[in-house]
């Protein structure tokens, strides 16, 4: 997708009011990225020189990069909202119904550059984030970086969570879970899909792996598919699952 950089940078859910026509666009976006499996690795050389945009711009505080991918294809009217949970902390992300989302108290997590700017098509729970303190050339600058490494569908625009801790994620049936790998047994990481920036001596500088896929014995997904799984329709059933799975420490 390409983004003609000449058009103003308005972002759904970041810096525009979010619409319900917003998140109808981030179901369609999601369920046209590639799995994981099938995207290539982003170079270090690109890493870095993202580092140097964000810590230039300041922005590296608030958002962070992120390998642009979906695992599953998300139902007609609902978009993916991750809400965080705590005993254990954790980020539960799955479909929703847009009409059930609260648009004033909901922000965009990824985002993708389209042919039309940034548009998220991952959401998260909670206010969205000030940015009032990143540099007006961010966005441009991103953008033309991506455009000109074609790297629109491969790296995602993240608002990364403050929490410092080493996050593994694991897919359920039409969902994902983010969990700290402290509170994991039988659990390993596998690829990175997140990095975080920082400044340090004035020079930009990628930070140790926050966001990471993990592989509990049978592979990334906690069940294989087409077995039978328990109903998960609030907190406290997604983790009686994850004990019972024997992949949540007690």
Request: aromatic residues 8%; negative net charge; hydrophobic residues 35%.
């Amino acid at each position: 997708m390409a983004y003609h950089r000449g058009r103003s940078f308005s972002i759904p859910g970041l810096n525009k009011a979010l619409k319900a026509q917003d998140l109808e666009e981030s179901r369609n976006i999601y369920n046209i990225l590639p799995t994981d499996s099938q995207q290539p690795e982003i170079l270090e050389s690109h890493i870095h020189n993202l580092a140097t945009i964000f810590v230039r711009n300041r922005a590296e505080k608030i958002l962070g990069i992120h390998l642009a991918h979906a695992h599953f294809a998300a139902p007609e009217q609902t978009a993916i909202l991750g809400v965080n949970y705590d005993q254990p902390y954790c980020r539960w992300a799955r479909p929703t119904v847009i009409q059930n989302v609260d648009l004033n108290n909901v922000h965009g997590h990824i985002f993708v550059l389209t042919d039309h700017g940034f548009h998220p098509y991952e959401y998260q729970s909670g206010a969205v984030p000030d940015l009032s303190g990143l540099d007006n050339a961010f966005f441009p600058d991103l953008a033309d970086y991506l455009n000109e490494n074609n790297l629109s569908m491969l790296v995602g625009l993240q608002v990364i969570d403050p929490n410092p801790a080493h996050m593994l994620e694991l897919v359920l049936p039409q969902g994902t879970v983010m969990l700290d790998i402290s509170d994991l047994k039988g659990c390993v990481p596998t690829r990175q899909t997140g990095w975080k920036f920082e400044s340090e001596d004035s020079e930009p500088r990628v930070c140790q792996a926050n966001e990471t896929h993990g592989q509990t014995a049978i592979g990334h997904e906690i069940y294989n598919k087409g077995d039978p799984h328990p109903r998960l329709e609030t907190f406290q059933d997604l983790k009686h699952a994850l004990v019972e799975a024997e992949i949540l420490c007690v």
